[in-house]
């Protein structure tokens, strides 16, 4: 993984967000939506979030944010991260 994504990843890790390696990242890294829990961070379906219509966690974005990250949908069972 590259070394901007490191950080983010280990941080949004201690918090719970399911993250993992996925072979299509490139050197970044992906957000799962289907393991368990993974409802407290992120979901696709916008009548089933509790975030005021947003599809993920603002304590999730914050941290991405602050790394100059942002999370985007590959599918409804994954996002993928990638740099601003």
Do not use: C
């Not at 407290?40 to 947003?54: F, I, K, S, T, V």
């Amino acid at each position: 993984m590259r070394r901007v994504y490191i950080k983010a990843f280990n941080v949004l890790k201690k918090m719970g967000v399911p993250v993992y390696e996925h072979s299509e990242d490139n050197g970044r890294f992906s957000i799962s939506a289907e393991e368990d829990g993974s409802y407290l961070w992120a979901n696709y379906y916008p009548e089933h979030n509790q975030w005021n219509g947003e599809h993920t966690n603002p304590k999730m974005d914050a941290v991405l944010n602050n790394a100059g990250l942002y999370a985007e949908w590959v599918n409804p069972g994954r996002l993928s991260v990638y740099e601003i």
